[in-house]
Structure formats: structure tokens, C-alpha cells
């Protein structure tokens, strides 16, 4: 995906999965939100937008760096995430993508 992300494209998807694999490791990352934030300067190309991502495993952490996420509609798109918790009780990790 080659076209400027912007929160429109990825609030319909919210609930939906997004397939990850990097190296050996596979996981499936839940989309469970998508937050707007304050604006940004007149010159920037979009609104400014998170991500919120919820992975399936209790064992696989991505560390921060940039991933291709594969989802039905949208397709491959490459997004730098970064992890920012778990669950509690050990359980599953999440991780926030942030556009400026």
C-alpha cells in the first residue's frame, strides 16, 4: 500500500485481524483502536492518528521496528509498531502505531 494511511481507512476495520510474520514467528494482531490526536501543523499531509493492536499469542513480543501487516480489505501495509503492555496476568501483548 503505497497511498498516505489516514484513521478513515482503518476505523471500519476496528475488531478485524491483521496476519504478522517475521522470521519464524507468526502472530495475528486484533485492531481494537483507532484514536485521533490533537492536531497537527496547517503544512502536514494528514490528521495525526494511533493504532491500538491487541496480539493473539502470550509468548511472541515484536520488538519496535517496522512490520508488514496483512489484513483481507487492506491488503499488506508496513506500519512501525511499538510494543506498550500486556495483559494482565502475563497474558497477551499490545502494541501502538502512531501517524504524525
Known amino acids: 500500500m503505497t497511498e498516505l494511511l489516514t484513521s478513515a481507512m482503518f476505523t471500519p476495520h476496528i475488531g478485524s485481524?491483521?496476519?504478522v510474520r517475521m522470521h519464524e514467528?507468526?502472530?495475528v494482531l486484533t485492531l481494537v483502536e483507532v484514536g485521533d490526536l490533537p492536531h497537527g501543523l496547517p503544512s502536514?499531509?494528514?490528521?495525526p492518528?494511533?493504532?491500538l493492536f491487541k496480539g493473539a499469542s502470550t509468548s511472541i513480543l515484536f520488538d519496535?521496528?517496522?512490520l508488514?501487516?496483512?489484513h483481507p480489505v487492506l491488503g499488506v501495509t508496513e506500519?512501525?509498531?511499538t510494543p506498550c503492555g500486556r495483559d494482565s496476568g502475563g497474558g497477551c501483548f499490545h502494541y501502538?502505531?502512531?501517524f504524525n
Not at 502536514?44 to 490528521?47: G, I, Q, S
Open 96 to 98: 501502538e502505531a502512531v
Open 79 to 81: 506500519i512501525m509498531l
Open 44 to 47: 502536514e499531509a494528514r490528521e
Open 17 to 19: 485481524a491483521f496476519s
Open 49 to 51: 492518528f494511533t493504532l
Open 68 to 70: 508488514a501487516l496483512e
Open 25 to 27: 514467528y507468526e502472530d
Open 64 to 66: 519496535q521496528q517496522i
